[in-house]
Structures are given as structure tokens and as C-alpha cells.
């Protein structure tokens, strides 16, 4: 096939009849130059298969997964292989079907490479004081998998974002931009809350700022992405404005 107009091409002359002016079409000079055309448009032509393959993943090239994921709207995380990438990118229509609920959440931070992720909606329980129908918080660990999130030790310094643990600025970023993406339009996260070993799960949302110690650095950090007052009746302190901490 890679050849088909070439040698159409060359061998697609009138023979007879009305056309035998055109037997000079058989010469070497005239032969060269039918093949040369065919050559053009077969060239064309596999550009053209090329263009429409590289569109969709598994047909395409490995370099097109790139322009593939922005066409799907699918994240590509850092490290990640083609391989993962583009079984994402295969996924992409029922991973969009699911866009809005928590597991869209939780398979997108497990996909980041975070093995244990559970998000906790207000109506599940006594998290904070009062009750927001829209309200929830996204709670991680204890295996961190392969981003190794462990709790400050002391001596450390705060800073924000990465209150209370070893995560990275981009780390911190990459899971709350997660966060905001799948989330349902009306889902408004409050905080990220690390869990490290003994942590229990019942409880968390009530304490606010994060505590170190105990064996093995046991304990509980949170990262804040709700940047109004989203915990209860409005208490000082406060924010006006909502947004995000992102």
C-alpha cells in the first residue's frame, strides 16, 4: 500500500485508440515523472493517516500522547510512563463519565501514586461543627506509596503549604489542583488530611492545625484548600472571600 499511487501512476496510460499520441507517457523521461507524482501523493497520503492516528491513544506515535492528553483533558504526572499514561488515556471517556463524584477523586490520586486516598462528604458523619451539604475533605495515608510523605521531625521550619510533613510545594499543588478538577461543581474540599501510621480516621476533621510525636511519628498534618470559613458557624479567626488555598 505504501506505494499504491506510484506505480497507479505509471501504469494508468491510455492505450489506443484516440490516445495514441499518448504513448510517449511510456518513455523513460515520462515514466520518471509519473513516478515522481505518485510519489508525492503517496507521501501525502501517509502524512495524512499519520495526522488522523496520532489523535487517538494506542494508534498514534508515542511522541503524540502529549497533544493526546490535552485533548482528553487528562493530566500527565510527573514520572509517569508511557505505558500508565497512555492506559489513562484509554480510559479517558469513563474516567470523564465519573468527573464530579469522589471516586473521580480517589482514582485520580491513586493514579498520582498516592495507594490510599478516602474522601469523607459532610453527610458522613460529625467532621466539623455545623453542617454544609457541600463540604468535604479528602484524607490520605497511611501508605503514601511512592511520594514517601512522611511527618516533620524535629527540628523544622513551617512554611506553607506543606505544613506538618516532607511533601514538596509542586506535591502539595499536584493533589490539590486533583482535588479541584473532579470534584461536583458544588463540592467545596476544606482541608487535605495526611494520616501517618496510627492515626485513626474517627476524629480527624475535629482537630484543626496538625500534631507531631508519638512512636514512629505518628500523627495527623492538614493542608488547607478551602480558604473561607467552611468549618462551622462563622468564629474568629476567619476568612472573608472563600476561594481556594491552592
Known amino acids: ?31 520518471a515523472f509519473l513516478a515522481l507524482l505518485g510519489e508525492t501523493k503517496d507521501t501525502t497520503l501517509d502524512e495524512l493517516r499519520a495526522a ?23 493530566e500527565r504526572f510527573e514520572g509517569e510512563t ?31 501514586g498516592l495507594p490510599d486516598v478516602l474522601v469523607i462528604e ?6 466539623a461543627e455545623g453542617s454544609w451539604y457541600s463540604r468535604f475533605w479528602v484524607v490520605l495515608g497511611p501508605d503514601f506509596g511512592l511520594l514517601g510523605i512522611e511527618p516533620l521531625r524535629m527540628p523544622f521550619l513551617l512554611g506553607e503549604p506543606t505544613l506538618g510533613t ?18 461536583d461543581a458544588h463540592g467545596y474540599p476544606v482541608h487535605v488530611i495526611l494520616r501517618f501510621r496510627d492515626a485513626p480516621i474517627l476524629g ?24 473561607g470559613n467552611m468549618l462551622g458557624e462563622m468564629s474568629m479567626p476567619f476568612r472573608l472571600g472563600g476561594g481556594y488555598d491552592i
Request: proline share 5%; glycine share 14%.
Open 1 to 31: 500500500m505504501a506505494d499504491e499511487f506510484r506505480e497507479l501512476q505509471r501504469g494508468n496510460i491510455p492505450d489506443g485508440g484516440q490516445w495514441t499520441d499518448a504513448e510517449w507517457l511510456r518513455g523513460p523521461n515520462a515514466q
Open 52 to 74: 488522523i492516528k496520532a489523535r487517538w491513544p494506542g494508534i498514534g506515535p508515542p511522541d503524540a500522547l502529549r497533544w493526546q492528553g490535552q485533548g482528553f483533558d487528562i
Open 82 to 112: 508511557d505505558e500508565a499514561y497512555l492506559a489513562r488515556l484509554e480510559r479517558a471517556w469513563e474516567t470523564h463519565q465519573r468527573a464530579g463524584t469522589a471516586g473521580a477523586i480517589e482514582e485520580s490520586l491513586r493514579a498520582f
Open 122 to 127: 459532610d453527610w458522613q458523619g460529625r467532621f
Open 166 to 183: 516532607t511533601a514538596t510545594e509542586v506535591q502539595v499543588r499536584a493533589i490539590k489542583r486533583q482535588i479541584l478538577k473532579w470534584k
Open 204 to 227: 480527624l476533621g475535629l482537630a484543626l492545625g496538625f500534631k507531631l510525636g508519638g512512636s514512629e511519628g505518628s500523627g495527623v498534618a492538614f493542608w488547607p484548600i478551602g480558604a
